[in-house]
């Protein structure tokens, strides 16, 4: 008697598992964000690339925002690059730091993610982390070299979490040496302007006693 096994979920024969239009991702982009490693598998076994590009996403980026670090550490496993974006620039490390997934923005710094690279809009995962308040990731990519000293459209990391009323994430990042001093080239303003215009008296002194203004 022949016995006939397959792996589940085994990809169609018909489907072209590289070709990425506006309107869909490839097949492996959706397996990796839904965080189906069967899929995955079966998919990358049949030689769908791993490093497809889909309008929004790769498979990397899907499996980072799904979370499922198995999918993340065998995609990186099959070859995939850390550092692959769709045009956006949205690495899976801003992905994994906006999320605050300490393990999966670990595994991909150890896979060689460049840890300052910078999106479209000018954003970090140090960025993404700070603004959404993941405060493990954010000491996590300090203790790597994340630039603590960024901008984006004239507005420092720091102005932009003083921004948010986040008190603690300013000392975070005032005390790994975010400048104070700092002016957006657009109107001048500083953290300390910030603090005042939205009225928060524990950041505007935390920001005196830090030096601003002075």
């Known amino acids: 008697m022949l016995l006939l096994t397959a792996c589940s979920n085994p990809p169609a024969k018909d489907v072209n598992l590289g070709i990425v239009t506006a309107e869909s991702a490839t ?20 030689k769908a690339p791993v490093n497809a590009r889909g309008p929004d996403a790769t498979p990397l980026t899907q499996a980072a925002a799904n979370g499922n670090d198995e999918v993340v550490w065998y995609l990186l496993r099959s070859g995939a690059e850390p550092d ?18 300490g393990r999966i923005v670990e595994m991909l710094l150890r896979a060689g993610a460049e840890i300052n690279s910078v999106n479209a809009t000018g954003d970090t995962a140090l ?26 459209s004239g507005e420092s990391l720091l102005m932009q979490v003083v921004g948010q009323n986040d008190l603690l994430m300013s000392q975070v990042l005032i005390d790994a040496g975010a400048d104070v001093h700092y002016r957006s080239p657009d109107d001048g303003e500083t953290a300390l302007d910030v603090a005042r215009r939205v009225g928060n ?4 002194m935390l920001l005196v006693q830090s030096g601003a203004g002075s």
């Open 201 to 204: 008296e524990d950041l505007v």
């Open 84 to 101: 692959l974006a769709p045009p956006d620039g949205v690495t899976a490390l801003m992905v994994a730091s906006r999320e605050g997934n």
């Open 27 to 46: 097949p492996l982009i959706a397996a990796a964000g839904k965080g189906d490693i069967a899929r995955v598998k079966a998919l990358v076994e049949s």
């Open 127 to 152: 960025a993404w982390a700070a603004r959404n308040g993941n405060l493990s990731t954010v000491k996590l990519l300090l203790s790597r070299g994340g630039n603590v000293n960024v901008a984006r």
